[in-house]
């Protein structure tokens, strides 16, 4: 009796301590994560090296996976995944450039690297350059979806929205799906689809939505479902499409006007162009001969190619107009290069 | 000298910097993620770009139809991605850049064969001087700009079929629904969170989630864009109550008999009002007439406004703008 009732008043104890804590803690101050090392996810020498639960008649070593047996093996294999990223605890600085990518592994949470890895351990920002046909973790994009709409996505259309799928569907969906996506980017919309327990999240950035897809893929939420995360189809609803056409109007709008302010400067480069030929055999690789191209006002792709609307060709010639005024230097300017020795 | 198929179209930021720059050519190395044909690949390191080289992911004929860069897929000339250029020159009235033919096909010997077609036509056409078509975008574009007030916005919402929604009944839900709710301290002990109404259908949720988020923790926030209403919930009293006296005091809420309005991003108005979550209806067409009663009552309470106190005319004004 004495005993538990002395068990009960260190809890207390504890327990007001805890209070304090908290209480008097000012606002918490956002540690810049950036600031520390990427922390390591995952021990090499302890993770699990277990094959799945049997799921076929034949386990491929490649995959880890097990394929052939009939139905079962068409199932998709709802397991939750072992790992999970935080970006709370996990990002922070590596050895990467700056203009890499993300690594996918972080995105997992299963990076063994931590701060020696060669590619970045945070979020997507919306300052990153991410090329158009590859997303935010360096992967080449394809021309179509998959037909199953999952994989790295399409380059033809920027989709900023993800089905959810295999969710159990409870009032507060909307909040559950808020809370743990918001960990990845900013969201725009969560629309939940009651009667097919699925739900739509749309993020500001398309490089969000690729980081949340490969982050939440086969996670769970509060309870113990495994979601199926896809890239969602364009939104069949008449207003949806007039509102991101309007969208889509008002970026091409601010675009060009940062393009129009662009034309007033002109920064002409000089370049040299090799392209090595290698022998078809690895021997000869010495005797492999390099041709220099030089880039003339007859560079290949003004040569062989006559753009269907000449548009930069114009853009280049305003350029060159103001290059003239300014100063008395003769550059022989087309497409923005110029060759570096004296052409006629 | 180069041949017609040494050719490429690649673009100052691919290629870097450098002086000297050296590529490896590979003939039919890949084949184009476009048009699918194999096609002549480069690749190349430039100091400047990241360790892992760069490479032209489709074939020349596809650039030059799209008038892009092989390797980013940018625009050549302007460096801004195909969607936004094509989107600018339809505002502009100008012709789109290339067919799309071989995009909107799905079947690949289809792609190849319009590829095909697409290269044989630009073998035999001659270069034209473009230069005053190309004048022509630039200028249309600038007229366009100065234009720019005159966006058409987009419609807030499409009727579903009128006779399907009379048998939708959503008394229930309104019934519980706050909508006269207020925003003053002594009506709301210990409640500390809020029904938002009149959310526009096109207010991304993170505008919400910022302006919350600097009062205190969020503890649930649930926006139905459909409805055009939703909740939002603290952890603790005096976030919730720091949070209602700054809409209290933004200056557009001089009338007290009304929930507090604000004004997200200077152009979302949406009310404020305490209440405890409630359920918000699953189906679309409850959803859709939710939103009908979220409209009358932002007018109503517009109005309101408006006959309380002659001071803020701008935000009635700005109300009526919107709906």
């Known amino acids: 009796m004495k005993a538990s009732s002395n068990k009960a008043s260190r809890h207390d104890v504890v327990a007001s301590i805890a209070v304090q804590a908290t209480s008097t803690s000012a606002p918490p101050v956002k540690r810049d994560p950036m600031a520390s090392p990427a922390r390591v996810q995952v021990d090499p020498d302890t993770f699990p090296d277990d094959k799945p639960a049997q799921t076929g008649t034949v386990f491929n070593i490649w995959y880890l996976k097990w394929s052939g047996g009939g139905e079962s093996s068409s199932l998709r294999s709802y397991t939750k995944l072992k790992f999970r990223v935080s970006i709370a605890k996990d990002a922070g600085y590596t050895t990467a450039k700056n203009n890499l990518p993300i690594c996918l592994f ?10 020696k890895c060669l590619y970045h351990h945070r979020l997507p920002r919306d300052t990153d350059y991410i090329m158009p046909t590859q997303d935010c973790f360096g992967r080449d994009k394809t021309a179509e979806y998959r037909d199953d709409m999952d994989g790295v996505g399409s380059f033809n259309t920027t989709n900023r929205t993800l089905y959810v799928g295999g969710l159990h569907m409870s009032d507060s969906i909307e909040n559950t799906l808020t809370k743990h996506f918001q960990e990845f980017g900013s969201i725009e919309k969560i629309r939940a689809l009651y009667g097919k327990s699925c739900a739509f999240v749309t993020f500001r950035l398309e490089s969000e939505a690729q980081f949340a897809k490969e982050a939440m893929q086969n996670q769970s939420l509060d309870g113990k479902e495994v979601l199926n995360i896809r890239w969602a189809n364009e939104d069949p609803n008449p207003v949806a499409q007039l509102q991101e056409k309007a969208r889509m109007e008002e970026i091409a709008m601010s675009t060009v006007k940062n393009l129009l302010a662009q034309i007033d400067e002109p920064a002409p480069k000089k370049q040299k162009v090799t392209v090595e030929e290698p022998e078809e055999q690895v021997e000869e690789k010495n005797t492999s001969e390099t041709k220099a191209i030089e880039f003339a006002p007859q560079i290949p792709h003004a040569k062989g190619i006559s753009f269907s609307l000449n548009s930069l060709s114009t853009l280049a010639k305003l350029k060159a107009k103001k290059e003239k005024e300014k100063t008395v230097q003769s550059t022989t300017l087309i497409a923005g290069y110029s060759s570096d020795e004296e052409e006629d | 000298m180069l041949t017609s198929s040494d050719s490429f179209s690649i673009c100052d930021a691919c290629l870097g910097p450098d002086k000297h720059l050296k ?34 992911v489709i074939c020349t004929t596809c650039a030059r139809s799209k008038n892009c860069c092989q390797s980013c897929m940018l625009d050549i000339n302007f460096h801004i991605p195909l969607h936004i250029r094509d989107t600018a020159l339809k505002m502009a009235g100008l012709p789109a850049i290339g067919s799309g033919a071989v995009e909107a096909s799905k079947n690949r010997e289809r792609k190849a064969i319009l590829a095909d077609k697409q290269e044989q036509a630009f073998g035999s056409k001659q270069e034209e001087d473009q230069q005053e078509l190309a004048r022509n975008i630039l200028t249309k574009l600038a007229e366009r700009l100065n234009d720019a007030p005159s966006f058409k916005k987009a419609p807030k919402s499409l009727r579903p079929d009128e006779s399907k929604l009379k048998n939708i009944d959503v008394s229930k839900i309104l019934a519980k629904l706050p909508f006269g709710g207020l925003l003053d301290k002594e009506t709301s002990k210990g409640t500390t969170s809020f029904f938002l109404f009149g959310v526009g259908d096109d207010v991304p949720q993170y505008l919400i ?6 009062y205190g923790k969020i503890k649930l926030l649930k926006i139905i864009h459909k409805a055009r209403c939703g909740y939002v919930s603290f952890t603790t009293r005096e976030a919730a109550e720091a949070f209602a006296d700054s809409i ?51 007018k109503q309470l517009a109005e309101k406004d408006r006959e309380a106190n002659s001071g803020p005319k701008n935000v009635a004004k700005t109300m009526f703008l919107s709906y």
Not at chain 1, 107 to 114: F, H, Q, S, T
Not at chain 2, 254 to 282: E, F, I, Y
């Open chain 2, 209 to 214: 989630t910022d302006m919350c988020n600097s």
């Open chain 2, 248 to 298: 209290n005091a933004n200056g557009l809420n001089s009338n007290k008999s009304t929930a507090g309005l604000v004004l997200l991003d200077n152009r979302h108005p949406m009310r404020v009002a305490w209440g405890k979550p409630r359920p918000l209806g699953v189906t679309n067409d409850e959803h859709y007439k939710i939103s009908l009663v979220v409209e009358k009552v932002m």
């Open chain 1, 106 to 115: 972080f995105a997992r949470g299963c990076c063994y690297l931590g701060k």
């Open chain 2, 23 to 56: 590529m490896m050519k590979h003939p039919n190395g890949e084949e184009c993620k476009s048009c699918t044909r194999p096609f002549m690949v480069y690749r190349w390191n430039s100091s400047l770009s990241s360790q892992k080289a760069k490479k032209t």
